[in-house]
Nanobody
Framework: QVQLVESGGGLVQAGGSLRLSCTAS????????MGWFRQAPGKEREFVSS???????YYADFVKGRFTISRDNAKNTAYLQMNSLKPEDTAVYYC?????????????????WGQGTQVTVSS
């Protein structure tokens, strides 16, 4: 399994920006789908964005045009640039890796998960 460590969360005002980072251990990063999911209090974990090893990027409708996912295989790191943040973006954000399939949004397909990083957007 890949070990994942997220960083970059914090408190920001509405309209502000944050960049989340996810650094992976091991040698499977470059052939893994890297995903970001989030979970707000009292809600189910939901898909935010993912990037495949083939370069394809995918976004939930509620972040399209505001968030950008990228990866640096040389650094074993995936990023989520979050702009124009809204209070409803407040959640714990999790990085996840899917090393076995090309599925990019089903959390059950992601076998490795980070510990999560809190993002709080104040109004």
């Amino acid at each position: 399994q890949v070990q994942l460590v997220e960083s970059g969360g914090g408190l920001v005002q509405a309209g502000g920006s944050l960049r989340l980072s996810c650094t992976a251990s091991g040698r499977t990063f470059s052939r893994s789908v890297m995903g970001w999911f989030r979970q707000a209090p009292g809600k189910e974990r939901e898909f935010v964005s993912s990037i495949g090893w083939w370069g394809g990027t995918y976004y939930a409708d509620f972040v399209k045009g505001r968030f950008t996912i990228s990866r640096d295989n040389a650094k074993n790191t995936a990023y989520l640039q979050m702009n124009s943040l809204k209070p409803e973006d407040t959640a714990v954000y999790y990085c996840a890796a899917n090393t076995y399939t090309r599925d990019y949004s089903d959390p059950s397909r992601f076998s490795s998960w980070g510990q999560g990083t809190q993002v709080t957007v104040s109004s």
